[in-house]
């Protein structure tokens, strides 16, 4: 039953949000990581790398203090990429299980705000991210400015799936829910909004878990390089004139600018799908990206679409909401809109030039002149289990490709280290004695 003392306006939330403060100063005290972000793997880590550093200052040695400088700087990012990857990862599985109790507290309920409320209370101490989202969501939903309220949550909220979840919350606050063939739509699209979490949560993991190694194997020869040159340097005395003249420092920053480029080329592979990526230097990958994206706007569509106050431009909307790729394109057909739905939507469909986003975009032109969006989106509805397997098998698709391009990426600096910096200088000593010996035999 629902406790009433708590329901009283502004405050309704307020033994939640104490007990949430509560848990997180106690969350604090017994994990500094929580709070702090990095400094405990770095204060790990750091300090050795640190030391080394240190050393190479005092040593005079600029190579080796440019070298361990780059190392602590890049694995200090690493880490913090590593932390944030996990945190959205972990996010995610959160906001599963909050989806999962709002399902169970809208059959007791029957709204999705109070549903929304219960779920919180229901969320374990250890969910306190989670928990605070949720709070934030209900809050938008009391708020005195329910509009100034979502912007502001749109554009905070850490991912497209909280905002999806506000998303329909807010529409059938404001809407109502309704049944088709005798179920909730906002039950069902609760259920469609988790199927698209689970996706996002496999693509992730495997990424993850093929990738993180790349991020440590790219900086090895930072680590490595001075080693090398010392111990190549006492076992065959004549290295030593190379390494410490202009050719060693020569081949020594081709090998650090491998590391750097190579570096920047695997963190900007790991976010293509956060903002574009490496764009220009893989069109395939981006393509792949925009076409994962259409198919989720396709998925809120769906969700919309047996809403009959809803009208065409609040469906672009809400899909200009969660794009990333089509955001801008999206934005100047809602500008538009006023002035002719049907032509802003024909040139939407020419600025972002995607096959699967123009049969969107016919179907939205459809919902502008005789048809309601229930009816003109009918088939796309029926095909929804087709879609879902064509984005599963998308997401596998961009992960094996990157991958394959994270790997040869990554092993680049110590092919560079090898040839560069430790056969190369050994050829040029060899030919310098062969030259010698001949010069001798004349």
């Given amino acids: 039953m629902t406790p009433i003392c708590w329901f009283s306006g502004e405050n309704r939330l307020s033994p939640v949000k104490k007990s949430r403060r509560k848990r997180f100063r106690v969350k604090r005290l017994l994990d500094p990581v929580s709070h702090f972000g990095n400094n405990r793997l770095l204060f790990r880590y750091g300090l050795p790398i640190g030391a080394m550093l240190l050393l190479a200052l005092v040593s005079g040695n600029v190579l080796l203090a440019v070298c ?30 909050m989806d999962e109790l709002i399902r169970a507290k809208y059959y007791e309920t029957g709204t999705a705000d109070e549903a929304v409320y219960e779920a919180c209370i229901e969320l374990d101490a250890s969910e306190w991210e989670i928990r605070g989202h949720g709070e934030r969501i209900y809050d938008v939903l009391t708020s005195a400015d329910m509009e100034k309220a979502l912007f502001e949550y749109r554009e905070s909220a850490p991912n497209r799936y909280l905002k999806l979840l506000l998303s329909l919350v807010y529409i059938t606050r404001e809407y109502g829910d309704t049944k088709v063939e005798g179920q909730s739509i906002f039950m069902k699209n609760l259920s469609y909004l988790s199927d698209e979490i689970r996706l996002e949560m496999a693509k992730r993991e495997k990424l993850n878990h093929e990738l993180k190694s790349l991020n440590a194997i790219v900086l090895v020869p930072l680590a490595a390089m001075w080693p090398v040159a010392d111990y190549a340097g006492k076992r065959f005395e004549p290295l030593v004139a190379i390494y410490e003249g202009p050719t060693g420092y020569l081949l020594a920053g081709l090998t650090v600018a491998a590391v750097v480029v190579c570096y920047y080329l695997l963190r900007r592979l790991q976010k293509v799908d956060e903002g574009g990526g490496v764009r220009r230097r893989s069109r395939r990958l981006y393509r792949e990206a925009a076409e994962l994206e259409i198919h989720g706007l396709m998925a809120i569509v769906m969700m919309l679409m047996h809403h009959e106050r809803m009208a065409v431009e609040d469906v672009v909307e809400w899909m200009e909401m969660y794009s990333e790729h089509a955001k801008e ?94 056969a190369a200088p050994m050829l040029l000593v060899s030919f310098r004695e062969m030259d010698t010996y001949f010069n001798t035999l004349t």
């Avoid at 934005?331 to 739905?341: P, S």
């Fill in 68 to 97: 361990y400088g780059l190392l602590v700087y890049m694995s200090r990012d690493t880490l913090k990429a590593y932390r944030t990857g996990r945190s959205k990862l972990t996010l995610l599985k959160q906001q599963l299980h």
């Fill in 329 to 422: 394109p999206l934005q100047r057909c809602l500008n538009e809109m006023t002035a002719g739905e049907e032509e802003a939507l024909e040139r939407l469909d020419a600025a972002v030039g995607l096959a699967e986003f123009s049969r969107l975009v016919g179907k939205l032109k459809q919902a502008t002149m005789d048809l309601t969006l229930a009816q003109a989106f009918d088939e796309m509805e029926r095909e929804r289990r087709f879609f879902y397997e064509m984005r599963k098998e998308l997401d596998q698709r961009q992960v094996e490709r990157k991958m394959s391009m994270g790997k040869m990426i990554g092993f680049v600096p110590m092919y560079v280290m090898v040839l560069a910096y430790v």
